[in-house]
């Protein structure tokens, strides 16, 4: 099966600093990949839908200067978290789904604690 | 605005019950309904796809429907196993090609 990976697994970061959490395609090309978050037993929020080579789509509520997303290539897209805050301390989940594809597949999910 | 509501929030059974969980949805414009797996802390494992078309899929000792008209799925699970303790998700595919997602149902499975 399709198989989505994520980089790093857990990162805890000072307040301020800004962090990089990559979404990888590992053996299909992923023409559109998505970003999610999710707080403590709740579900995902969809933030963002990054089409490859173009800017991507936020969410209401989403602020793009904040949650920067990268879709440089058909297998990676990275989300950046810039001037990090505890509030931004969440589960953050990428997906990903090929071309005229039915299915999206799913990242392990990345645990940011901002202290 | 598309609205998936899950049923029960929390579930509690011994092990071997068949169990059944819900999912409403409030627009019944879908491309297709997904249910998914999540373990504490872990991304999620897709366990059955229905299209909007069709009326249920199985996969092993899972089963799902789909009943697009009345905004409802179901999730039937036979003979649980504490292996089978997990959050399950429920997600539609609205008009807009976005995948919209329920709260989950926390599952536990007493051995």
């Known amino acids: 099966g399709a198989v989505v990976s994520q980089h790093p697994s857990r990162v805890i970061c000072k307040s301020g600093t800004s962090v990089k959490i990559e979404c990888r395609s590992l053996?299909?090309?992923?023409?559109?990949m998505f970003w999610y978050r999710q707080f403590p037993k709740q579900s995902l929020m969809l933030m963002a839908t990054?089409?490859?080579?173009?800017?991507?789509?936020?969410e209401q509520g989403v602020e793009k200067d904040k949650f920067l997303i990268n879709h440089a290539s058909l297998t990676l897209s990275t989300l950046t978290v810039t001037s990090a805050h505890p509030e931004d301390s969440s589960f953050y989940i990428c997906s990903a789904r090929t071309s005229g594809g039915n299915e999206q597949f799913f990242g392990p999910g990345t645990r940011l604690t901002v202290l | 605005k598309q609205e998936v509501t899950q049923i029960p929030a929390a579930l509690s059974v011994p092990e071997g019950e068949n169990l059944v969980l819900n999912c409403s949805f409030t627009d019944s414009a879908i491309y297709n309904l997904q249910w998914f797996r999540q373990d504490p802390g872990k991304g999620l494992t897709s366990l059955l796809l229905?299209?909007?078309?069709?009326r249920e899929q199985t996969s092993g000792r899972l089963n799902a429907s789909l009943d697009k008209s009345s905004g409802r799925s179901t999730l039937y699970i036979a003979a649980s196993q504490p292996g089978d303790s997990a959050t399950y998700l429920c997600a539609v595919r609205d008009s807009s090609y976005k995948l919209i997602f329920g709260s989950g149902t926390r599952l536990l499975v007493r051995p």
């Open positions: 053996d299909f090309q992923a023409t559109t």
């Open positions: 229905i299209q909007s078309s069709q």
């Open positions: 990054s089409n490859e080579g173009s800017k991507a789509t936020y």
